[in-house]
């Protein structure tokens, strides 16, 4: 467990959260290699079901990685339970949506094709197709082939196809770059009413403001937390006027501390 700059823990600590049994997602002393070096150095974590979590950090600080893990597809050491199992087992498979950074959809079909696609799949799970496109702001576009749209509308695609299945856990990859800011305002309300709905969601971004439509964030650098807090606890602590400046507090805050421990 870390300790950090603002006095805040990553994941036990918090009274929010209820441990292995009670979490969406449980982590304890997480490492993973890539390339032959450690690029997750020990991350603790517990998210609470029916919640949003921002993955906040720079490009490059292991966000993807973290993702990569949850959902199965990354080897790594030490404890992880996603909605009560082990990563990538059969038991979890369906029951987890994961939107990548480049949208996985079919280019050649219309959107509404590759919700049917994604629905097949998704089998008795799977949620109405049309009211996936509408959450997504894509009616209008339904019977388009996805080859025409802009990146933003495709990315829309992405996630109204992992929206059709379901899912409990939400995991999602910068889900909201490239996009204009209505079309923003109107994802955070859909994740929100999904929220709502007792999906428990982790939504990365490196940009620090879409902390203020999170429940909690955790902020991450250099495959590290360095702290799991909430936005208005994150300015009221650091004194600072934005997110990005009290993100930098934080960094250097940690960046002490570590010097502090190394004597
Ligand atoms: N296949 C790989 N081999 C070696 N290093 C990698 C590989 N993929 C990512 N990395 C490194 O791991 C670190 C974390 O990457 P990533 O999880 O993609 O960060 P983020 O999503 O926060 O931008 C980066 O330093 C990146 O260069
Ligand atoms: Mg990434």
Known sequence: MMKNGLGAVAGPADPAVAGAVGSAVHVRGLRVRRGGTEILHGLDLDLRPGSITGLLGPSGCGKTTLMRVLVGVQRYDGEVRVLGERPGTPAVRGRIG?????????????????????????GARARDIDEALDTVGLTGLADRRVSTFSGGETGRVSLACALVAGPE?????????????????GLWATFRELADAGATLLISS??????FHCDRVLLMRSGRFLAYTTASELLERTGADTLDAAFLDVVRRAGRTEQGEGQ
């Not at 856990?169 to 305002?185: I, Q």
């Not at 490196?206 to 902390?211: G, K, S």
């Open 98 to 122: 994961y939107v990548t950074q480049a949208a996985a959809v079919y280019k050649d079909l219309t959107a509404r094709q590759n919700l049917r696609y994604f629905a097949a799949l998704a």
């Open 169 to 185: 856990l939400l995991v999602l990859d910068e889900p909201t770059v490239g996009l204009d800011p209505l079309t923003r305002e």
């Open 206 to 211: 490196h940009v620090m403001d879409e902390a």
